[in-house]
């Protein structure tokens, strides 16, 4: 079956310092990978993708994620936090065969104290 | 560029009353279209998805229902509400071949 799992219900990081969200998957072939940032009572908004290519991809706010096929994980990253980047993280995994559907973690929520 | 609208912003509604709420698409044509509802600001639930004009997949059997009655319009509806219905609806697009959805604002379902 495919999934994919955030492990970390809550992060919390001093701002400046560097921050990871952690996502481990499960799926057959090869993986397609997203990140997505929600804020309070908005909805959710794109970040990145990793469908094949550069383990290390970029994407928006200075927010990049390194595939590790491995340790099948997809770590969400950024060098030096800022307040502004507190709010809720999802993974989601794409469903081989489907009609384009993503199979989504159940969220992280990310603080960053100043 | 694309854009998504979702109305109401915010609803509250009593016991057994009926809901329809509303999403549509611009600058983008014959987009997959998706209802999510996200309950206790975490995890999403996808409802329906919907591939094509009047093709509608519902994914979690309850009392609500979708519509598509225009290629870019993604309508969700009940006819009696309960109060598990609350929660935070909402809409998304992507277009095929591309996997990533867009989503819209949401709307807030509160059921008294």
């Known amino acids: 079956a495919q999934s994919v799992a955030q492990p970390e219900d809550q992060v919390n990081v001093a701002e400046g310092n560097p921050l990871t969200v952690k996502c481990t998957y499960s799926?057959?072939?090869?993986?397609?990978l997203f990140w997505y940032v929600q804020y309070p009572n908005r909805g959710l908004q794109f970040l990145l993708k990793y469908i094949t290519g550069d383990n290390l991809v970029k994407g928006s706010y200075g927010f990049e994620a390194e595939f590790n096929k491995s340790q099948t994980s997809f770590h969400l990253k950024k060098p030096s936090a800022l307040v502004s980047d507190s709010a809720l993280y999802f993974c989601a995994v794409r469903v081989k065969d489907s009609n384009y559907q993503l199979i989504w973690g159940a969220g992280t929520k990310l603080i960053i104290k100043p | 560029s694309q854009t998504i609208h979702q109305w109401p912003a915010t609803l509250v509604q009593p016991v057994g009353s009926p809901l329809s709420l509303e999403c549509t698409v611009e600058?983008?044509?014959?987009?997959?279209l998706y209802w999510y509802r996200q309950a206790a600001g975490r995890g999403l639930q996808l409802l329906f998805y919907?591939?094509?004009?009047?093709?509608i997949s519902s994914e979690v059997p309850q009392n609500l229902s979708a519509s598509r009655p225009q290629d870019r319009q993604f309508i969700l509806s009940s006819k009696k509400l309960l109060l598990s219905d609350s929660g935070f609806y909402l809409c998304a697009w992507s277009v095929p071949p591309a996997y990533e959805q867009y989503f819209g604002p949401g709307t807030r379902l509160t059921v008294t």
């Open positions: 600058g983008t044509s014959n987009p997959n």
């Open positions: 919907s591939v094509g004009i009047g093709q």
């Open positions: 799926v057959s072939g090869n993986p397609y």
